[in-house]
């Protein structure tokens, strides 16, 4: 069974940075595409950022530059390096793993598994 559990959100002051982790438990981790999405109060979960297995990456417009997603196949994991941080990057922070790992996908339903999220507060 695979499961997901992220790690790394806090409280920061705009500007700063914090590296989100992802721990995966999956006999074929290397086998999925990985993503990042996040959740702000009283809005939809939206897409930041993901990589497939042969490492193809997308972001969101609103985090390009900024935000930089990596795999470590060996350690079963995702990480999510922000910088420059904004307060409005405030929100819940999810990892998600796909199936079908070669194709890129920005939007929830096209993942198959999910972590419970980790809380990111920036403020000004």
């Known amino acids: 069974q695979t499961q997901l559990a992220e790690s790394g959100g806090g409280l920061v002051q705009a500007g700063d940075s914090l590296r989100l982790s992802c721990a995966v438990s999956?006999?074929?981790?290397?086998?999925?595409?990985m993503g990042w999405f996040r959740q702000a109060p009283g809005k939809e979960r939206e897409f930041v950022a993901h990589?497939?297995?042969?490492?193809?990456?997308t972001y969101a417009d609103s985090v390009k530059g900024r935000f930089t997603i990596s795999r470590d196949n060996a350690k079963n994991a995702l990480y999510l390096q922000m910088n420059s941080l904004k307060p409005k990057d405030t929100a819940v922070y999810y990892c998600?793993?796909?199936?079908?790992?070669?194709?890129?996908?920005?939007?929830?339903?096209?993942?198959?598994?999910w972590g419970h999220g980790t809380q990111v507060t920036v403020s000004s």
């Open positions: 999956a006999r074929n981790f290397a086998g999925y595409a």
């Open positions: 990589i497939t297995t042969g490492e193809r990456i």
């Open positions: 998600a793993a796909k199936i079908e790992g070669w194709q890129l996908a920005s939007s929830t339903a096209e993942y198959d598994y």
